[in-house]
């Protein structure tokens, strides 16, 4: 079975904090694929990276970087310098080679930046 | 860019009422998924579409039904509305033309009240 966990419900920080938003997921696949997504309060679910299994670098984009860890099956999240802006819900989510085109979702973790 | 458009961002339906949600995507995508999404339960698939005419259900089907007679549109129905069915319903496509790209492109999403 394929699980994603997304322990953190909710969470809120200052503006310009660091915060970490954390993905467990569970999968019996060695070929897989992790994804974040972002929702902010207009509703829409906005992309905003993939990770292949077989490519453990970490990612960085602007104030967002991704670290993931096979080791701790982890996929997790950091804004860097937060702004009021980034505040929304945020997805993580997992498909396997063999899923059939379907993506396993998280919960969210919704994310409060107070200015 | 990918886009995804929603017939309607809010609709208001009484209970026994036949609901139709549209879904229009403009990038050639293969695939097309309605989800609908609750406070705390996530996002849920209800039924997904790989091509034309072709359906599966997802996790949640009992009461809707779905139509794909053309590749770029993928219709929800609601045979009899009921109360139980007021949420905010996604639409997403995907594509299998680029190797390793699984990633769902979502439409704004519509919000259904059902009373």
């Known amino acids: 079975a394929q699980k994603v966990t997304q322990a953190q419900t909710e969470i809120s920080v200052v503006e310009k904090e660091d915060v970490t938003l954390d993905c467990v997921y569970e999968?019996?696949?060695?070929?897989?694929?992790l994804f974040w997504y972002k929702q902010p309060p207009s509703g829409e679910l906005v992309f905003l990276i993939r990770r292949n299994s077989f490519d453990e670098q970490n990612e960085i984009s602007g104030r967002y970087s991704w670290n993931f860890q096979k080791s701790t099956s982890s996929f997790n999240f950091t804004i860097t310098a937060s702004q009021v802006v980034d505040s929304a819900v945020y997805f993580c989510?997992?498909?396997?080679?063999?899923?059939?085109?379907?993506?396993?979702w998280g919960a969210g973790t919704k994310l409060i930046i107070k200015p | 860019d990918v886009k995804v458009t929603q017939s309607s961002r809010y609709l208001v339906k009484r209970t026994g009422e036949k609901v139709f949600l549209e879904c229009v995507q403009d990038m050639d995508h293969e695939n097309m998924f309605w989800y609908r999404q609750d406070p705390g339960l996530g996002l849920r698939l209800i039924y997904f579409?790989?091509?034309?005419?072709?359906?599966e259900k997802g996790d949640i089907p009992e009461g809707y039904s779905v139509s794909r007679e053309k590749k770029e549109r993928f219709s929800l129905i609601l045979e009899s509305a009921s109360t139980n069915q007021t949420s905010m319903y996604l639409c997403?496509?995907?594509?299998?033309?680029?190797?390793?790209?699984?990633?769902?492109?979502f439409g704004p999403g519509t919000r259904l009240t059902v009373t």
């Open positions: 989510a997992l498909r396997g080679v063999k899923s059939n085109y379907q993506l396993i």
């Open positions: 999968t019996r696949d060695t070929t897989y694929y």
């Open positions: 579409s790989y091509d034309v005419k072709m359906k």
């Open positions: 997403a496509s995907s594509t299998i033309q680029r190797v390793f790209s699984y990633e769902q492109y």
